[in-house]
């Protein structure tokens, strides 16, 4: 049997050790003050950023939402990043992606101060990510990595093999497990005979946003797989190729008319893997915790 790498539970530990921390700066200074800004309507971003919002509340410190038209313009969001980086009660300001196709996002990303870059998407922490110097890191590889040294999983001179090159996540995952002594491979839409180089993998990292699209003849038995994909699926042909071995996944569709799966097939990896992430319930809430701790770190550094 398969063990299931519970993220929630690791979610929870890594909060319980943030809370005397948030508490130490409360009673010196003030709590730590982070910012979300959501730009339009995508829903997964709104539940995102809720999350965040609700979470930071959960734990005492302070934390805004602004939300802005889908309509914003570079310069309008550049003039409230502007406001957050010149205030004193914020420690941390993230900008949920993807933004609408008019802005800029890489001037979003540098007018970001790096001191409350809490996403570690500034090129200068992406600098320091590369040099392995310290700075805050993207908080969804970070997290993955979290997850692996306290599920007790050895990476250091393991096989890693990242399929995804995004800048959130394919990148700087690859990145840390190559400081953490892994052997990687990074996979794309381009890699020739993708399931045989995924199947070298002692650590599978899915993070190509692609519905199950990782099944049995990707895994070689015994991997560990970390699921960071995360779709919804309406579509009932999908659901029940989905639900292969999976039979919660067709009962959740049948009651919610749509149901949540990630980049790998959850019936194959329950089947082959030694180790794995479910979706949702995996990665997710290792993002909010490692947002959680950059924050605090921002916090630490900002108030001496
Ligand atoms: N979109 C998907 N993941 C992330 C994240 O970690 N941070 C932000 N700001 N946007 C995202």
Same mark, same amino acid.
């Given at each position: 049997?398969?063990?299931?790498?519970?993220?929630?539970?690791?979610?929870?530990?890594?909060?319980?050790?943030?809370?005397?921390?948030?508490?130490?700066?409360?009673?010196?200074?003030?709590?730590?003050?982070?910012a979300a800004v959501l730009v339009?309507?995508?829903?997964?971003s709104?539940?995102?950023v809720?999350?965040?919002?609700?979470?930071?509340?959960?734990?005492?410190?302070?934390?805004?939402?602004l939300?802005l038209?889908?309509?914003?313009?570079?310069?309008?969001l550049?003039?409230r990043i502007?406001?957050y980086?010149?205030?004193?009660?914020?420690?941390?300001i993230l900008v949920q992606m993807p933004l609408?196709?008019?802005i800029?996002s890489?001037?979003v990303l540098?007018a970001i101060?790096?001191?409350?870059d809490v996403d570690?998407f500034?090129?200068?922490?992406?600098?320091?990510?590369? %040099?392995?110097? *310290?700075?805050?890191?993207?908080?969804?590889?970070?997290?993955?990595?979290?997850?692996?040294?306290?599920?007790?999983?050895?990476?250091?001179?393991?096989?890693?093999?990242?399929?995804?090159?995004?800048?959130?996540?394919?990148?700087?995952?690859?990145?840390?497990?190559?400081?953490?002594?892994?052997?990687?491979?990074?996979?794309?839409?381009?890699?020739?005979?993708?399931?045989?180089?995924?199947?070298?993998?002692?650590?599978?990292?899915?993070?190509?946003?692609?519905?199950?699209?990782?099944?049995?003849?990707?895994?070689? *038995?015994?991997?560990?797989?970390?699921?960071?994909?995360?779709?919804?699926?309406?579509?009932?042909?999908?659901?029940?190729?989905?639900?292969?071995?999976?039979? %919660?996944?067709?009962? %959740?569709?049948?009651?919610?008319?749509?149901?949540?799966?990630?980049?790998?097939?959850?019936?194959?990896?329950?089947?082959?893997?030694?180790?794995?992430?479910?979706?949702?319930?995996?990665?997710?809430?290792?993002?909010?915790?490692?947002?959680?701790?950059?924050?605090?770190?921002? %916090?630490?550094?900002?108030?001496?």
């Amino acid at each position: 049997m398969a063990r299931i790498l519970d993220g929630k539970a690791i979610q929870q530990q890594i909060l319980e050790e943030l809370k005397p921390r948030i508490a130490r700066l409360a009673a010196a200074r003030r709590p730590p003050g982070l910012a979300a800004v959501l730009v339009g309507e995508n829903p997964a971003s709104q539940i995102y950023v809720a999350s965040k919002v609700k979470t930071c509340r959960e734990l005492g410190m302070h934390s805004e939402e602004l939300r802005l038209p889908e309509a914003t313009t570079t310069e309008e969001l550049l003039e409230r990043i502007e406001q957050y980086n010149e205030r004193e009660d914020i420690d941390g300001i993230l900008v949920q992606m993807p933004l609408p196709k008019q802005i800029d996002s890489r001037r979003v990303l540098l007018a970001i101060r790096p001191e409350k870059d809490v996403d570690g998407f500034h090129p200068f922490n992406v600098g320091q990510l590369v %040099a392995n110097a *310290p700075a805050p890191r993207a908080c969804t590889p970070a997290g993955v990595m979290e997850l692996l040294r306290r599920s007790g999983i050895e990476v250091a001179g393991a096989e890693a093999v990242v399929v995804g090159r995004s800048d959130i996540v394919g990148k700087p995952m690859a990145l840390l497990l190559m400081h953490a002594h892994a052997t990687v491979t990074i996979c794309h839409s381009r890699t020739r005979d993708l399931p045989a180089v995924c199947r070298r993998a002692d650590i599978l990292i899915a993070a190509m946003g692609r519905p199950a699209f990782l099944t049995a003849e990707f895994i070689r *038995p015994g991997a560990v797989v970390i699921d960071v994909g995360i779709n919804r699926i309406t579509d009932r042909a999908e659901a029940e190729r989905i639900a292969r071995g999976a039979p %919660a996944k067709l009962a %959740a569709f049948e009651k919610n008319g749509s149901v949540l799966v990630g980049d790998v097939h959850p019936g194959d990896v329950a089947e082959l893997a030694s180790a794995y992430t479910p979706v949702p319930g995996g990665v997710g809430p290792l993002t909010i915790a490692m947002l959680m701790a950059n924050t605090v770190e921002c %916090a630490e550094k900002r108030l001496g």
